[in-house]
């Protein structure tokens, strides 16, 4: 079975900081993808940044980037020079495949102060 | 935004009566899966329609179903509601084997009183 755990309920950053949120995961599976995703109070869940289990890269999207440690089993999320708007819950997630259903962590409330 | 629309975006129901939820996928995507996000908590999934097939189910009861129609839009229905059924339903729509380009709408904002 897979698992997403996310340790950290809310985040405080000051605007125009970086900030990291944590995500750990555990899996079997030898391949498979992970996700982050922004949910602000609208409801919509708006995709990220993806990494794939074998990109010898961490994945990099403008001002989100994912530092993927495989052996710690860690897919943190790094956000650079914080905007108010980035204040929202995100979400880390992952599947083993194409097809496989999404399983989502318990997410993490991000606060950016002006 | 995405393509994916949601409708109704909010719905009280009554305990004992059942609601059916919209989803009309992205232009191209033939995937929709359907997932309830309980207040405080991540999503989980309910299930996955594939041509016009359920393909995948999460540790829902029978009382949820679902249909996909030709158009690749979907539907979700539950009968009996109950009061732990109070959540945001989402759906995500996807190319089959694809959930990379997976795209969420707006959800569905579902209170049973």
């Known amino acids: 079975a897979q698992k997403i755990t996310q340790t950290q309920p809310g985040m405080f950053v000051q605007e125009k900081e970086a900030v990291t949120l944590d995500c750990t995961y555990d899996?079997?599976?030898?391949?498979?993808?992970l996700f982050w995703y922004k949910q602000p109070s609208s409801g919509e869940m708006i995709f990220l940044i993806y990494?794939?289990?074998?990109?010898?890269q961490n994945a990099t999207e403008g001002r989100y980037s994912l530092n993927f440690q495989k052996a710690r089993k860690s897919a943190n999320l790094v956000i650079s020079a914080s905007q108010l708007g980035d204040s929202a819950m995100y979400f880390c997630?992952?599947?083993?495949?194409?097809?496989?259903?999404?399983?989502f962590g318990k997410g993490t409330r991000l606060s950016v102060i002006a | 935004e995405t393509g994916v629309t949601q409708s109704p975006t909010h719905l009280i129901k009554t305990r004992g009566q059942q609601v059916t939820l919209r989803c009309s996928s992205q232009?191209?995507?033939?995937?929709v899966s359907w997932y309830q996000q309980a207040l405080g908590q991540g999503p989980q999934f309910i299930f996955q329609?594939?041509?016009?097939?359920?393909?995948g189910r999460g540790n829902f009861p029978p009382r949820f179903s679902g249909l996909q129609f030709p158009n690749y839009s979907s539907e979700l229905n539950v009968n009996a509601l109950e009061l732990d059924d109070s959540a945001l339903y989402l759906c995500?729509?996807?190319?089959?084997?694809?959930?990379?380009?997976?795209?969420f709408g707006q959800g569905t904002r579902l209170t049973v009183v």
């Open positions: 232009s191209g995507h033939n995937t």
């Open positions: 899996t079997s599976d030898p391949s498979y993808g």
């Open positions: 997630a992952m599947s083993s495949s194409g097809n496989t259903p999404l399983v």
């Open positions: 990494q794939g289990s074998y990109d010898q």
């Open positions: 329609y594939y041509r016009e097939e359920e393909n």
């Open positions: 995500a729509s996807s190319l089959w084997g694809l959930n990379t380009e997976a795209f």
